[in-house]
């Protein structure tokens, strides 16, 4: 199953690697105000990962890629949030909601360092909230992606009903008694999980990694079923 980044992490960061972390500081009446302190946190690439998975960026590959102030690795991350609350004593720290299954769990020790300040606070009361709200107004980029994605899904429904089509006019003729794959052009569709297929292939093939929801597929009398 291919990783996704959990989409509030991934509106502020535009970050897709997993395990990481953003810590952004922002505070009235000081330069923080008009420039808010952005700071990327990812895991140190170990040799296990090499081997298994797709590696962490290198640090300075992901300061090129994302727009924050700095990146660090994931061990930087009590030691820079002690530097925020040295600077601000009275600190209000925000998460997204904690000991919930919906999130990513945040480790205690992270907001310990916070707690550890006389005047410091955390609460998870208010991040999510204001996360929706914000992501309710849409940029030109964010349009333009949106359009790109409803492209991408349109083809792929036009995909699935013409190779319906072409096998009904006679297009696609079973191969009998081939002992071998079927390639793309070969394929017909029988099954409700093989227009899945064709659908999901047809988008990834655009570069669509994800699917909004678990696509909706049923013939005969399941189509008289919503959400089959």
Known sequence: MVFRQESNFYYLSGCTVPSAYLLVAYQAGTSLEKTPSIQLF???AELVDIMWSIPPPPLEVASATHDVSKTHNVGALAEEIATLVKAFPDVLFHTLPRNSPLFPNLPDQYPQVVL????????DAYLLAALHQARLIKDEQEIDLIRKANQISSRAHETVMRVLGKAVKGGVVPETGADRPLLPGEWLIEQEAEAEAIFVASCRREGAVHQAY???VAGAERASTLHW
């Open 42 to 44: 990812i895991p140190k």
């Open 116 to 123: 550890s300040s006389e005047g410091g606070a955390v609460t």
């Open 214 to 216: 678990l696509p909706i």
